[in-house]
C-alpha cells in the first residue's frame, strides 16, 4: 500500500473512532510511514518540531499510542530503554544490530514452522528478530 493510501486509511480510522484529524498527528504517522529505522518516539519528534515547533513531546507519545491502539502501527522491540514503532504492518521479521541497535526489516524464503497454538495459547501472528552485526559495525 502506498504512502497516500495509507493516510487515507489513517483518515478512516480517526473518523470510525471520532478522533481529531489533526496537523500534528499526520505528520507523526508519515515520519512512521517513511522511515525504516523503526524509530522512537524521541526520534519522531525530533523530526517534526522543525515543522511544528509548539509540538510536545508527550503530543508525539500521545499520537502514536492513538496509531497503536487503532492499528496503524506496532511496537517492533525494546532496545535500551526506548520503544520502536514500525508502521508496516504486512508480516515480517527484523534483523537487530547488537552493537549499534539498528533495525532492518528483512524477509527470506525459509519456512517458519510455527503452530497455530502452543499450550493453549492461539497465535495470530509470527514476527522473528534476528540479532547479529549489521554491515556499518563490522567495517
Not at 524509530?39 to 500521545?62: C, D, L
Not at 532496545?79 to 537487530?96: K, M, Q
Request: hydrophobic content about 35%.
Amino acid at each position: 500500500m502506498d504512502i497516500k493510501a495509507q493516510l487515507e486509511l489513517f483518515v478512516e480510522r480517526c473518523k470510525e473512532k471520532k478522533l481529531k484529524i489533526t496537523p500534528q498527528r499526520i505528520a507523526v504517522y508519515e515520519v512512521l510511514l517513511r522511515s525504516k529505522e523503526h524509530p522512537t518516539v524521541e526520534e519522531i519528534y525530533n523530526q517534526i518540531k522543525e515543522k511544528y515547533p509548539y509540538v510536545s513531546m508527550a503530543t508525539v507519545y500521545r499520537t502514536v499510542e492513538i496509531l497503536e491502539n487503532i492499528g496503524l502501527v506496532k511496537r517492533v522491540c525494546y532496545w535500551g530503554n526506548s520503544t520502536r514503532y514500525d508502521a508496516n504492518l504486512e508480516e515480517h521479521h527484523h534483523f537487530i544490530c547488537i552493537k549499534c541497535g539498528s533495525i532492518r526489516d528483512v524477509s527470506f524464503n525459509g519456512n517458519i514452522n510455527i503452530p497455530r497454538e502452543i499450550d493453549g495459547y492461539t497465535i495470530n501472528s509470527v514476527a522473528v528478530n534476528m540479532y547479529g552485526i549489521c554491515p556499518s559495525c563490522k567495517n
